[in-house]
């Protein structure tokens, strides 16, 4: 009796941990899309500059000032040769997405977003040369399948907002895959990750802000006429941004691998729900349905991944890096992996 309510009770972290993961990261993409629409502040390189400046404010705070987590030290030469790379291919992913968000509605660029598990098992078969089960192949054809009919259904569609968001999983596709490598050796965490990579993606990405929106941003400091309560708005999208890194970093930690899989595919349904409940984009049944086959499939695909990984002998890597094995298992919709693109 004493074990089943204890039982209970444990579940209560892992639940209060969803929870404010999906409150956090709903409100960040509820934000962004409200900053492009309805503040009329169309440009994604000065929000996704600012997110990252408030994310490394946040990350020294909490790491030098605050000594909440401990700082993984990295040498001054990884952090060029290894660190730099990883930070430009994480600073193209969520430029990427702010760019989609600024011309697509929020429930068709989540549903491309879901398509990032295709795209990782198709980049390392097509440039790496790995091989995976056939179940593997067989569970992306829901994935697939669903992103062509919520795209030919699509009634807000966009050719720019659409390559942005493909390409943005092309991107999260690279950083995951790449990180095996570039990242071999450190085990970061998602505020350990943030402190050394939002940094670098400021660097990268201020020139090419200040170049391209710099006088459109005057301009609209100068026309827009509810400027303090529009800053406010910006730059609290900044902070609650990092403040979703940290909410990661939580979950990861109260949820096993399959809770979180399943969970990440739900909060795409809350994110969409949540958006049209506020921007009334219109969704027709197709859509809809091609949605909701798209989440499933991903579903799916982490069940059947889960499922492989425990039938791997003991003592098996469970990442393409095994050399001895033919059918691998893709390097994707692990726990790490949803670290990606949520400065």
């Known amino acids: 009796m004493e074990d089943n309510i204890w039982c209970q009770w444990s579940v209560f972290p892992s639940l209060l941990a969803i929870l404010q993961w999906w409150g956090f990261n709903v409100t960040v993409i509820i934000m962004n899309k409200w900053i492009f629409q309805k503040l009329d502040f169309k440009f994604p390189l000065t929000v996704s500059c600012i997110h990252f ?77 790995k091989y995976f089960d056939c179940r593997i192949w067989a569970s992306l054809i829901p994935i697939v399948g669903g992103i062509l009919l919520t795209s030919i259904t699509e009634l807000s569609f966009d050719m720019a907002g659409f390559c942005a968001a493909l390409f943005g999983c092309l991107a999260t596709s690279t950083k995951t895959i790449l990180a095996e490598s570039l990242l071999h050796g450190y085990k970061f965490d998602s505020i350990n990750t943030v402190y050394y990579m939002a940094p670098f993606a400021t660097m990268i990405l201020a020139i090419p802000a200040l170049l391209l929106e710099g006088s459109g941003v005057v301009y609209w400091l100068h026309t827009t006429t509810s400027l303090v309560s529009s800053l406010i708005i910006i730059f609290s999208s900044g902070v609650l941004a990092f403040c979703l890194n940290f909410s990661i970093f939580y979950v990861i930690h109260s949820t096993t691998a399959v809770t979180f899989n399943v969970a990440g595919n739900l909060k795409v349904a809350v994110a969409v729900t949540f958006s049209w409940l506020i921007f009334r984009n219109p969704i027709s049944m197709l859509n809809a349905v091609g949605c909701g086959i798209t989440l499933m499939g991903c579903t799916f695909y982490g069940y059947v991944r889960h499922m492989l990984s425990q039938q791997a002998p003991p003592g098996t890597p469970r990442t393409p890096r095994t050399p001895r ?19």
Not at 89 to 101: A, E, Q, W
Not at 326 to 343: F, I, Q, R, S, Y
Request: glycine share 2%; proline share 6%.
């Open 53 to 129: 400046i408030c994310s490394s404010l946040g990350a020294y705070l909490v790491i030098k000032v605050l000594k909440m987590k401990p700082l993984i030290v990295v040498d001054p030469e990884d952090r060029w040769r290894r660190i730099f790379p990883m930070s430009f291919i994480f600073c193209v992913n969520i430029v990427l997405g702010n760019v989609s968000l600024r011309y697509i509605p929020v429930s068709f660029m989540q549903t491309i977003k879901s398509f990032t598990p295709a795209t990782t098992v198709i980049l390392q078969w097509l440039v790496w040369r």
């Open 325 to 343: 094995r033919m059918e691998l298992l893709p390097l994707v919709n692990d726990k790490t992996d949803k670290l990606d693109d949520k400065v």
